[in-house]
């Protein structure tokens, strides 16, 4: 580019430099690096002697805003931040002063960038006369905020967004305004290279990354510049020539000399601009485009980008793509992402061909969206420069991206193979016709079809469709010429479409229409709901005009051509949801509706299969519109259809019940296929004045007295009863039954639910399965919810299950889904195909969560989730994020009741596994070990706000410890309790309870205690001691503790709240005897909220202390309870701290742990009322002490109001 060999330490430019545009190496010029410690301006007389220490303003003006708009003494730094001044005006006022006094202009330039970097010091004159620029930048970087990362262009807001924008845009224009005069003056533009290169070398991440974004940014607009003097050039240039091949007598030679003249002054200015990039390039740019920061990196990438795309005849060759090719194979998404928009700034597509392809291709497919979104872009592009650049693997790569989830790779994919496959066109297809079978457009539509099924995914057409929506949406509205290729005969010589290419050109056909219709992705690819605009909607109006109007013509042809195909008829039969059904009557089309109402009759009279009867009940609700004047016709149609059918059901079912317990065949599937039919269409239409209860009951009845009915019978009746309940159900709730009918709903929702629960115990397992949804369904809808929203009219159909059904539905959980993949009972002869077994997984997950709503909702009791809940880590993988989110809403809903539910859970464990190994099992066993993990995996569940969850988790060591003393020891007197163990479990909750709690459970614990057990060091009672060790650690100093952060609550609340100041700390005790770890001395212990302390009891009377024996250092324990009781009452009223309050957020002193370590712990303990911590680094060290809580601040104790219910609730647990 820019020959640099002749550049001088102090930036003096000559005028006989090489004026071509040399490339540069990747080698630092030696007189470059001396020109990164030199200040550039040595040894030249400086003008203007007078007025320097003076910045001289127009009066009244200050940086080109009048003094009475408030910018008076501003720096230019403040005033780019502020965003409120024209920067034009503010880099002419800054060029007023340099001509004024030049030295004081740029050392206002020079603290701008200082400023910019985030550095508080400030270069005096004195500095910027007399030091070097390394002694200047080394002084600043004293200077620097060693505890703060942050500088302005890493800060986060809309404020320095914009400010980065001002920067930028403060740079383009000073280089503007000045490219005739000042940067030609070898003084300015020497120093603020100098001192951006030398910035650009610092250790500090700052100045290093704000001086090579003005760098690069002078850069940008030095090649404007030098661009525009090349245009200027050849103008000059072609003027002489124009001037000089003239005749003598009409030549000018003073023009001539004058053309001379201003080319030689262009010439001289161009290899100005030149030294200048030249300098720039070698002092930043090829140092810092491989500079540790990506961010820094990234900058340098995409302004060469910039260049090449401006000055591509100075820039575009490989001197300079080797940069861009290099940084390819940079694995930094943000540099990646950089690297891929340069060479599509710089349209280097036809470059591209030489090297670097295939990085692009494995670029398209990077996990980074934003950057596969650009590689895909540029591989277009290299497309359509050539196609032999990429091979067939490379597309085929490409290919399958439109099938992604994430919309913008999909589009892109979308385009680039529209651009492989559909713009090529030879001379012969422009002579093709415009319609018909024989059109482009139909050659293109069977190219789309065939690499459908090329790609074998042809159960996501509309992902295909909506991929190539935006580049190709014409292609795929030509409705006719798919019409054209289903119903048209070929032409001799052409190949006709096959039966699957059939069904897949109809898949798409309805995609599109779909697609046209509602102008939105398919579901798992949309970004939310965006609003149309009115271009939008007319484009949107006007397509579904044209849809009604082909298919309303059309469909009834297609549904007779394919009347006998299931998968064609239920996609053809979806087409009339999209229509405009006014256009039937404006356009005289009646006669179509009444062909399309003759063919759905027939389909459904030849069809069983069930998608096919739901595609046309479907297609009937969607024409019974009583807005539009065809719903007469329809209806007529719809009753006249339902009338032959259910008269059928009745006649045939009187038959079929006759027969006995040995039924013909043939009337078992003439009864099937007709309540097939009947409970398709009750799906989506009020059926309810044919009285089908009774005859499905009757069915339902026989099938257990019989205990031989066809099981598709029953399922089916099943479903069509509970679609008569649903609808009885909706005509009560909209007030319009009689009283009489609420009555009949409430006696045949009972007699349905019974009925269903004694299918629970069927043989056939679809039958107890689909007996299992509808129940779990009709409780929901049955539950006291339904009287919500002021409808306690329907209060006498509320329902609740009683023990029977709970226990019911529970067993038909643990035996039918929590089973291993081999242990499935289906027998469908699929489950040895990897789909079967995941379509086995689908339903059973769906099993499993119609359950758990029904613990949720508080249908069943939340003690049933116990059984759910003890599967979690056996089951994780199929059903873990189903039980984790049951346990979240159940700890929303009753935070007690849900820890009772997981303690009752670990207990069953423990129980089973007792029963299995016995009382003298090892506790290195697998079977305690998993126990003992699936405990701290529910305590993780717990969060970090311990003052949220402290009475659950109080509550769960209540009911641990007495778990743990209930049974007595089976070795007899003296012998530790049967289940002591679960001890070793209950002290995985142990971190989760607050300091002062850890003492009242410990208190609790002793209560179940004799003087022999805590003399016991056996390894039997090791689950003792562990549990009481992990009760003791922490209680006299853990840094975790919420409620000692409440103290200091009054530096997070409103500024309007008043904060009552907080008395002076109480002093500890004198002494520190181990004794005081067991006998508290301060009388203001606390209560924890369902802990109580034990009853005066002759055994616990308070004796005078004695020195105690090391044998006898337990003998203390006995007088905590009455301590504790005496405290409990006695201790003095305080003002509320607000301690029980879920709305206000307490402080924690610092919770920074090892990611790698603590990552699948905080992964597994987020999802559940946890809040977000992130303390400044300044804080995390030296502001740590003023974070630190006061332990003893009795702001921290809880006030007698909340002790008093606290102690009410124990009352009630005890």
């Known amino acids: 580019m820019i020959a640099a060999q002749d550049l001088q330490t102090d930036f003096h430019y000559p005028h006989e430099a090489d004026t071509q545009l040399s490339s540069d190496t990747d080698l630092e010029d030696p007189e470059v690096r001396n020109a990164k410690s030199g200040k550039g301006k040595k040894g030249k007389k400086v003008p203007g002697e007078k007025g320097k220490g003076v910045l001289v303003r127009a009066p009244g003006r200050v940086n080109g805003h009048h003094q009475e708009n408030g910018m008076e003494n501003l720096s230019l730094f403040e005033i780019v931040k502020l965003g409120k001044s024209a920067t034009q005006s503010v880099v002419d006022d800054w060029i007023e002063s340099y001509k004024t006094d030049r030295d004081v202009a740029l050392l206002e330039l020079i603290n701008f960038f200082i400023q910019c970097s985030g550095c508080k010091g400030a270069v005096s004159l004195e500095m910027f006369r007399h030091m070097q620029n390394s002694e200047i930048i080394r002084k600043m970087t004293e200077e620097f905020d060693e505890d703060s990362g942050d500088y302005p262009f890493t800060m986060a807001g809309p404020m320095w967004k914009k400010f980065r924008w001002g920067f930028c845009e403060f740079i383009s224009v000073l280089v503007r305004q000045c490219q005739y005069s000042i940067i030609y003056d070898e003084y300015m533009m020497d120093t ?6 030398g910035l650009s070398d610092s250790q500090v991440r700052a100045f290093r990354h704000t001086s090579t974004l003005a760098a690069m940014k002078l850069m940008t607009a030095l090649v404007n510049v030098a661009l525009n003097l090349s245009i200027n050039m050849d103008n000059t240039q072609r003027q002489y020539e124009a001037e000089r091949n003239k005749s003598l007598g009409k030549r000018a030679n003073d023009r001539l000399e004058l053309l001379l003249q201003k080319r030689k002054e262009l010439q001289e200015n161009q290899d100005e601009i030149e030294n200048m990039m030249n300098a720039i390039f070698k002092g930043v740019f090829v140092h810092r485009y491989r500079d540790a920061i990506a961010e820094i990196r990234a900058i340098c990438i995409e302004e060469i ?22 940084t390819m194979h940079d694995k930094v998404s943000v540099q990646e992402t950089a690297t891929v928009t340069s060479a599509l700034n710089a349209r280097l597509h036809s470059k591209l061909d030489l090297y670097m392809t295939d990085r692009i291709v494995s670029m398209a497919l990077d996990k980074e969206c934003d950057v596969a979104v650009q590689a895909i872009k540029l591989l277009t592009l290299v497309l359509q420069s050539s196609d032999e650049v990429l091979t067939a693997e490379d597309c085929e790569s490409v290919y399958h991206l439109v099938y992604s989830a994430h919309r913008p790779i999909a589009v892109a994919a979308g385009e680039f193979l529209y651009k492989k496959l559909f713009s090529h066109r030879g001379p012969e297809e422009d002579a093709l016709p415009r319609r018909g079978r024989q059109c482009l457009n139909a050659n293109l539509i069977k190219t789309t079809v065939f690499f459908f099924l090329e790609s074998e995914l042809h159960e996501h057409g509309a992902y295909l469709v909506d991929s190539m929506w935006d580049c190709a949406s014409d292609l795929l509205k030509d409705w006719e010429s798919m019409i054209s290729l289903l119903l048209d ?48 909607k007319k484009t949107q109006l006007d397509d579904r005009t044209k849809i009604t109007e082909i298919f309303a013509v059309a469909l009834p042809l297609l549904l007779a051509k394919y009347s006998v195909d299931a998968e064609k008829v239920t996609n053809l039969l979806q087409l009339p949801q999209y229509f405009d059904l006014e256009i039937y009557t404006t356009g005289r089309l009646e006669k179509h509706l009444e062909a399309l109402l003759r063919q759905i009759r027939e389909v459904v009279e ?30 007529i149609a719809r009753s006249q259809l339902l009338d032959e059918q259910v008269d059928k059901f009745n006649r045939l079912l009187e038959d079929f019940l006759q027969e006995g317990e040995d039924p013909d065949e043939d009337d078992a599937y003439q009864v099937l296929s007709t309540l097939k039919r009947i409970t398709a269409f009750h799906n989506a239409h009020d059926l309810t004045k044919w009285d089908l209860f009774t005859s499905n009951y009757r069915l339902l009845n026989t099938g257990l007295q019989n205990g031989d009915m066809p099981e598709q019978i029953v399922i089916h009746a099943l479903q069509c009863t509970h679609y008569v309940i649903l609808w009885n159900l909706a005509k009560v709730s909209e007030g319009s039954s009689q009283k009489g009918e609420l009555v009949t709903l409430r006696k045949q929702m009972r007699a349905f639910c019974l009925m269903c629960q004694r299918y629970l115990s069927s043989v056939s397992i679809a039958v107890k399965e689909q007996a299992f949804t509808i129940l779990c369904d009709a409780l929901m809808i049955f539950s006291h919810q339904i009287m919500s929203s002021g409808r306690d009219a329907l209060e006498p159909l509320v329902f609740s299950p009683d023990s029977s059904l709970q226990s019911d539905l529970l067993n038909f959980i643990l035996d039918h ?4 993949q081999d242990d499935d ?46 599967q979690y880590m056996r089951y994780y993988n199929d059903y873990g994020d189903i039980i984790k989110e049951t346990m979240s809403k159940t700890r929303q809903i009753d935070k007690i009741q849900c820890a009772k539910t997981l303690i009752l859970s670990l207990q069953q464990l423990f129980n089973e596994m007792l029963s299995e190994m016995g009382c003298n099992f090892d506790r290195s066993t697998s079977s305690f070990c998993g126990i003992k993990e699936l405990a701290r995996r529910f305590s993780l569940t717990f969060g970090l706000d311990q003052l949220k969850t402290r009475e659950a988790i109080a509550m769960l060591h209540k009911d641990g410890i007495e778990f743990a003393f209930k049974e007595p020891s ?5 012998g530790p309790p049967l289940n002591l163990a679960f001890l070793d479990i209950l002290s995985e909750f142990s971190s989760k309870l607050l300091r002062q709690d850890r003492k009242t459970v410990h208190l609790y614990l002793e209560r179940f205690m004799t003087f022999q057990m805590s003399l016991q060091r056996e390894d039997c009672w090791l689950p003792l001691i562990s549990y009481r060790n992990s009760l003791q650690a922490g209680a006299d100093d853990d840094t975790m503790s919420v409620v000692s952060g409440v103290s200091s609550r009054g530096t997070t609340r409103s500024k309007k709240t008043k904060i009552t100041p907080a008395p002076a700390k109480r002093k500890l005790p004198e002494g520190g005897s181990d004794a005081g770890v067991w006998m508290p001395r301060e009388p203001t212990v606390q209560q924890t909220p369902v802990m109580m302390s034990s009853p005066h009891m002759a055994s616990t009377v308070l004796r005078e202390a004695k020195k105690l024996r090391p044998d006898e250092g337990y003998v203390g324990v006995y007088t905590m309870s009455v301590v504790i009781k005496k405290c409990f009452f006695c201790s003095p009223s305080r003002r ?40 400044p680094p300044s804080k995390n060290r030296r502001e740590r002490s003023e974070l630190k809580p006061d332990y003893f601040d009795p702001a921290s104790i809880m006030d007698d109001s909340v002790r008093l219910h606290l102690f009410t609730l124990l009352s009630e647990t005890m």
Not at 311 to 320: E, G, I, K, R, T
Not at 606 to 635: G, P, Q, W
Not at 856 to 863: A, D, G
Request: include cysteine.
């Open 305 to 326: 980008g910039v260049w090449m795309k401006m000055y591509s005849d100075a820039f575009l060759n490989d001197s300079y793509l080797k940069y861009v090719g290099w």
């Open 970 to 974: 089976p070795q007899g007197e003296g």
């Open 1136 to 1175: 509320s701290t607000g301690l029980m309050e879920d709305d206000e957020e307490p402080i924690v002193e610092d919770v920074m742990m090892s990611s790698e370590q603590r990552l699948e712990d905080l992964n597994e303990g987020m999802d559940f009322d946890t809040m977000d911590i992130d303390l």
């Open 192 to 197: 603020v290279i100098s001192l951006l290169t």
């Open 606 to 635: 030849k069809h069983t299969d069930t998608d096919v009867l739901e595609a046309c009940s479907m297609t009937f609700h969607a024409l019974c519109n009583e807005e539009f004047t065809i719903f007469n016709r329809v209806d």
């Open 817 to 820: 889904v929590f089973i291993d």
């Open 489 to 536: 005969e070929p032409f001799p010589g052409e190949e006709a479409l096959t039966d699957r290419q059939e069904t897949a050109l109809i898949e798409i056909m309805l995609c599109a229409v779909r697609q046209a219709c509602e102008c939105h992705p398919p579901i798992g690819r949309g970004t939310g709901k965006r609003v149309m605009t009115a271009k939008e």
């Open 825 to 870: 009972g289906s027998t469908d002869g699929q489950q040895d195909d990897e789909a079967g077994k995941i379509e086995a997984l689908h339903k059973r997950r769906n099993l499993l969560a119609a359950y758990c709503k029904l613990i949720i909702y508080n249908v069943v009791e939340m003690s049933t989730g116990a059984d759910i809940f003890k």
